[in-house]
């Protein structure tokens, strides 16, 4: 439970432990017991020097960067205004924070803000950007299939985490997949709890939340839903580092179309080419083993972490993948997913009987029709550098 004081630090695991938890995830729950998070109530600014600079935006507002005064180390500080949903969500992303994959929460307190009550999260900085932006920035390099699965592995570690302790995120995205650092070996890191609900066996997951373009095809409905959710979002994500678009689109200006809402339900998708010509079967066959429509048919995180394309990444061919090249080309209209997804987030809170969207004549994919178009033409057939 949340608790209140000044004096006990935050501890995290080390060396010794961080491996355990990779091996044995079961194994190093147990041996590591996770600290009451204590919520200090003195003013944030005797320890830290709170500016003005933005470093993002999350579910419930922006993100600042502050300094630590005692060694001038940098943060990243959320702000949420204290109620109970807020205090939930600290507590599960605190209960998470020992995980080498997920966005560490450093300090809370709790403080009047603008005359207001708040919380105030002290996190590790972020600095390396989003996922596909740092794919997308590559320049010549290419991408490739087995970096696609380091990185999902990664991802996996996240998730392999949360659903030992039960917790389901509920929003795994790339916009909630950001790197530490702009350096090479910067780790991957999953943030965001705002959606995050505690689960058991008994009782499942009920209340749509999703961003539309990851959302599982139980939570377009009145199904209930659990940790499956992430596991088809895994599956969404895998999919766009292998090619450089999602599965499923919806009409621009629509945060989700019946077109879309449809195809998702009934798991229709494709491998176009040019871009999955190269792609190893076996990442297909783990792309349609994620994407089942129906949960109890989905792979579990266990079995995702155990999967050969996952778990012997030394194994997995390094093909040249068309990713970044794609990415780069189709730059607008990824932000305009990105802006559609944020908009989406407030619909998406609601039961789906009370969502209210027009009928549209035209639900494809536009961005898959418009490339296929260009294709046909022989413009745009080149084989990704090498």
């Given at each position: 439970m949340l608790s209140n004081?000044?004096?006990q630090q935050p501890v995290f695991p080390n060396q010794q432990q961080q491996t355990l938890q990779q091996q044995n995830p079961a194994q190093f729950l147990q041996f590591h017991v996770k600290p009451t998070l204590q919520i200090?109530?003195?003013?944030i600014t005797d320890e830290y020097k709170v500016t003005s600079q933005v470093l993002g935006f999350g579910i419930n507002g922006k993100v600042l960067e502050i300094f630590q005064k005692r060694d001038g180390e940098k943060?990243?500080?959320?702000?949420l205004q204290d109620c109970p949903k807020a205090r939930r969500e600290v507590e599960l992303h605190w209960r998470a924070s020992p995980c080498a994959h997920i966005v560490r929460i450093v300090d809370?307190?709790?403080?009047?803000?603008?005359?207001r009550k708040c919380l105030l999260i002290v996190m590790e900085c972020?600095?390396?950007?989003e996922l596909f932006s740092r794919i997308q920035d590559r320049g010549d390099q290419a991408f490739t299939e087995r970096e696609a699965s380091d990185i999902m592995k990664s991802i996996g570690d996240a998730i392999q985490f949360l659903h030992a302790i039960n917790i389901a995120h509920r929003d795994v995205k790339p916009e909630n997949l950001l790197y530490t650092s702009k350096r090479p070996n910067a780790l991957l890191k999953l943030?965001?709890?705002?959606?995050a609900k505690e689960t058991t066996t008994h009782n499942s997951l009920a209340t749509p939340c999703y961003t539309p373009y990851y959302v599982a095809p139980e939570v377009l409905g009145p199904e209930k839903y659990d940790k499956s959710c992430d596991m088809w979002s895994l599956g969404v994500i895998m999919y766009i580092l292998l090619c450089g678009y999602p599965p499923f689109y919806s009409n621009h200006g629509l945060a989700i179309s019946p077109g879309m809402k449809k195809r998702i339900r009934m798991g229709q998708y494709e491998f176009p080419n040019p871009e999955?010509?190269?792609?190893?079967?076996?990442?297909?066959?783990l792309i349609r083993t994620l994407l089942k429509t129906e949960p109890t048919q989905r792979m579990t995180i266990t079995e995702f972490?155990?999967?050969?394309?996952?778990?012997q990444s030394m194994e997995v061919p390094q093909t040249p993948l068309h990713t970044s090249r794609v990415l780069k080309e189709e730059r607008d209209t990824w932000e305009e997913v990105k802006e559609e997804m944020t908009s989406a987030l407030a619909t998406m809170r609601v039961d789906y009987e009370q969502i209210k969207i027009k009928t549209i004549q035209d639900s494809s994919n536009p961005l898959l029709k418009r490339r296929k178009k260009t294709n046909s033409s022989g413009t745009d057939t080149q084989t990704p550098a090498t």
């Open positions: 004081t000044q004096n200090k109530k003195n003013a943060y990243a500080l959320k702000m809370v307190y709790e403080n009047l803000y603008q005359g972020m600095d390396g950007g943030t965001d709890f705002g959606f999955w010509s190269e792609v190893s079967e076996q990442a297909k066959q972490m155990n999967h050969p394309w996952i778990n």
